[in-house]
């Protein structure tokens, strides 16, 4: 009993002991962030008119914006696409004038002429020419083709109307990503008339795909490759992939700006089990389709490893910790190298968005087994949607489902079942959150934008900046849109009733116009 009452008394004083070490770290550190704000003044009480805006120059934006929503821009090389841009054209008259002495110069002919595969160019690429050649360009980039209409009697207006009703816009595409884009020529347009900045310090590419919702390798790639092969590297890179979202951590109450520093990669997996066939009314215990069911089993019990301390995860709440009151919260965020563990098996059993920032996901999408009610088929196959952690490589996933698997009858390759593409990459560039580059995103939300909080994060799902990360290390993506909980607003993404605040998308404007000055004000020394 005394060696009993000796050792409760020792793992006693090692907690006590872990508890003061969690202490005193999360105190340190909150003393270094809470410096750090202090010194940026990176959170003004009033917001910066960047653009003197007239009642009749917003109304002109809005119909810009609703205009370019009428256009079914669902598969390029619809004629929908010429269509939109030859309105485009037209709406922003001061930025393309003609041909000849445009203020944006299309180059997509050279990058036709340049890239080699077959096939086609599924983007249009713009230049705002800058008054210093010898500087880095930045590129600015979005894409107009949207996702199909799943059940158009689900919408209150016409999914391709533009209809501007109760202070939204409705219409495929007003979030994803027509928002950004026009955002960005209107941004251009106002600077322009105002004669805010009539030419940037730098070249600035404007790029926008067309084939993005379906992996952006006819656009956003062959336009990559282009830079590759003429050896442009970018100074800075600005896509869609973050948003403003309200409740979206539980730590804090105000809405926060996410800002993508990195996003994921794909593959596809083709899971492929042989057997014997024969007749249903005899099953053997190893079917084709039992040994699958099985397979999926064991994938969902043996999730790939997590990365939690000096993560993506710890870098956005470390990010977060000064605007939250919680002390336990704050001690839990700066100790996370410690309470990983713990942390993991709680993720772990409640998915979602977390789960996905912590670690590949490796999900079941579909199955195929079997063409007859009676017999027992020869083999089964199964599609696995991978997204990948820069960290991680196919050949990790792989080794990792041959070991949780374990059956000598079950064979992996790339390329996935149902006809997918056969494409697996990942994208391992991290851009910086420490360095001007991001504080010009941050210095410029936060003017506009003052209410709300900017911290990086991991983007789980898929952008063009996939392929633009190969052009820069320093490539961000971020919308200035704002979405709330409480009107299911991220589920109209890709959903049904897409729609935009027109406050916000003028809002929008201002953010990217003032991205720009800074750009061309806090970049003049890279």
């Given at each position: 009993m005394k060696l009993i009452a000796n050792l409760f008394k020792l793992a006693f004083a090692g907690l006590i002991l872990l508890i003061s070490l969690m202490v005193v770290r999360?105190?340190?550190?909150?003393?270094?962030s809470n410096n750090k704000i202090n010194n940026n003044n990176l959170q003004p009480k009033e917001i910066k008119q960047i653009i003197p805006w007239t009642q009749t120059d917003k109304e002109l934006a809005i119909q810009r914006l609703s205009k370019g929503l009428t256009f079914k821009t669902l598969q390029y090389p619809d004629p929908s696409f010429d269509d939109l841009f030859t309105q485009l054209f037209k709406d922003f008259n001061l930025l393309f004038n003609n041909n000849t002495s445009s203020i944006l110069q299309e180059i997509t002919n050279d990058i036709k002429s340049s890239v080699s595969e077959e096939g086609f160019l599924a983007a249009k690429v713009f230049l705002w020419k800058g008054l210093n050649n010898n500087l880095k360009p930045i590129l600015l980039t979005g894409h107009v083709d949207v996702v199909p209409i799943n059940d158009e009697k689900q919408w209150i207006y016409p999914p391709f109307s533009g209809a501007i009703k109760d202070g939204y816009i409705y219409g495929r595409g007003a979030l994803d990503d027509k928002f950004a884009v026009y955002g960005m020529f209107e941004a251009i347009q106002q600077l322009i008339k105002n004669k805010l900045l009539i030419q940037p310090e730098r070249d600035i590419y404007i790029s926008i795909g067309m084939d993005e919702e379906i992996g952006g390798y006819n656009g956003a790639r062959k336009v990559t490759d282009y830079f590759l092969k003429k050896g442009i590297e970018f100074a800075f890179i600005l896509d869609e992939g973050g948003l403003i979202g309200d409740k979206q951590v539980p730590?804090?109450?105000?809405?926060?700006?996410?800002?993508s520093i990195a996003e994921k990669g794909h593959c596809d997996l083709q899971v492929k089990v042989n057997c014997d066939p024969g007749h249903s009314s005899m099953p053997s215990p190893n079917t084709c389709i039992n040994m699958l069911a099985k397979a999926i089993v064991d994938i969902?019990?043996?999730?790939?490893?997590?990365?939690i301390a000096n993560s993506f995860i710890q870098i956005l709440l470390k990010d977060l910790l000064p605007y939250t009151d919680s002390f336990i919260s704050k001690l839990l965020v700066v100790n996370l190298d410690i309470l990983s563990p713990i942390v993991d098996f709680v993720i772990t059993r409640l998915g979602g968005t977390l789960?996905?920032?912590i670690r590949t996901t490796i999900t079941p999408t579909i199955i195929n087994a079997g063409d007859r009610p009676n017999v027992l088929p020869s083999f089964a196959t199964l599609n696995l949607n991978t997204r990948i952690l820069p960290y991680d490589s196919v050949e990790s996933?792989?080794?990792h489902l041959k070991k949780?698997?374990?059956?000598?009858?079950?064979?992996?390759?790339?390329g996935g079942a149902g006809g997918q593409s056969g494409r697996c990459a990942i994208q391992k560039t991290v851009a910086c959150s420490d360095c001007v580059e991001f504080e010009i995103i941050r210095k410029s939300i936060n003017e506009v934008q003052p209410d709300v909080i900017v911290a990086p994060y991991l983007f789980i799902a898929g952008s063009d900046s996939?392929?633009?990360?190969?052009?820069?290390?320093?490539?961000?993506?971020y919308v200035p849109m704002r979405l709330f909980k409480e009107h299911n607003d991220l589920g109209r993404i890709h959903g049904h009733n897409e729609r935009a605040s027109v406050e916000n998308y003028i809002e929008a404007v201002d953010v990217y116009g003032n991205v720009i000055l800074n750009l061309n004000e806090m970049l003049k020394k890279q």
């Amino acid at each position: 009993m005394k060696l009993i009452a000796n050792l409760f008394k020792l793992a006693f004083a090692g907690l006590i002991l872990l508890i003061s070490l969690m202490v005193v770290r999360t105190i340190l550190f909150l003393q270094q962030s809470n410096n750090k704000i202090n010194n940026n003044n990176l959170q003004p009480k009033e917001i910066k008119q960047i653009i003197p805006w007239t009642q009749t120059d917003k109304e002109l934006a809005i119909q810009r914006l609703s205009k370019g929503l009428t256009f079914k821009t669902l598969q390029y090389p619809d004629p929908s696409f010429d269509d939109l841009f030859t309105q485009l054209f037209k709406d922003f008259n001061l930025l393309f004038n003609n041909n000849t002495s445009s203020i944006l110069q299309e180059i997509t002919n050279d990058i036709k002429s340049s890239v080699s595969e077959e096939g086609f160019l599924a983007a249009k690429v713009f230049l705002w020419k800058g008054l210093n050649n010898n500087l880095k360009p930045i590129l600015l980039t979005g894409h107009v083709d949207v996702v199909p209409i799943n059940d158009e009697k689900q919408w209150i207006y016409p999914p391709f109307s533009g209809a501007i009703k109760d202070g939204y816009i409705y219409g495929r595409g007003a979030l994803d990503d027509k928002f950004a884009v026009y955002g960005m020529f209107e941004a251009i347009q106002q600077l322009i008339k105002n004669k805010l900045l009539i030419q940037p310090e730098r070249d600035i590419y404007i790029s926008i795909g067309m084939d993005e919702e379906i992996g952006g390798y006819n656009g956003a790639r062959k336009v990559t490759d282009y830079f590759l092969k003429k050896g442009i590297e970018f100074a800075f890179i600005l896509d869609e992939g973050g948003l403003i979202g309200d409740k979206q951590v539980p730590i804090v109450d105000k809405p926060i700006a996410l800002v993508s520093i990195a996003e994921k990669g794909h593959c596809d997996l083709q899971v492929k089990v042989n057997c014997d066939p024969g007749h249903s009314s005899m099953p053997s215990p190893n079917t084709c389709i039992n040994m699958l069911a099985k397979a999926i089993v064991d994938i969902e019990k043996n999730p790939m490893p997590s990365y939690i301390a000096n993560s993506f995860i710890q870098i956005l709440l470390k990010d977060l910790l000064p605007y939250t009151d919680s002390f336990i919260s704050k001690l839990l965020v700066v100790n996370l190298d410690i309470l990983s563990p713990i942390v993991d098996f709680v993720i772990t059993r409640l998915g979602g968005t977390l789960n996905a920032m912590i670690r590949t996901t490796i999900t079941p999408t579909i199955i195929n087994a079997g063409d007859r009610p009676n017999v027992l088929p020869s083999f089964a196959t199964l599609n696995l949607n991978t997204r990948i952690l820069p960290y991680d490589s196919v050949e990790s996933i792989e080794n990792h489902l041959k070991k949780v698997i374990n059956n000598p009858n079950i064979t992996f390759t790339t390329g996935g079942a149902g006809g997918q593409s056969g494409r697996c990459a990942i994208q391992k560039t991290v851009a910086c959150s420490d360095c001007v580059e991001f504080e010009i995103i941050r210095k410029s939300i936060n003017e506009v934008q003052p209410d709300v909080i900017v911290a990086p994060y991991l983007f789980i799902a898929g952008s063009d900046s996939f392929h633009y990360r190969d052009l820069s290390k320093f490539s961000y993506g971020y919308v200035p849109m704002r979405l709330f909980k409480e009107h299911n607003d991220l589920g109209r993404i890709h959903g049904h009733n897409e729609r935009a605040s027109v406050e916000n998308y003028i809002e929008a404007v201002d953010v990217y116009g003032n991205v720009i000055l800074n750009l061309n004000e806090m970049l003049k020394k890279q």
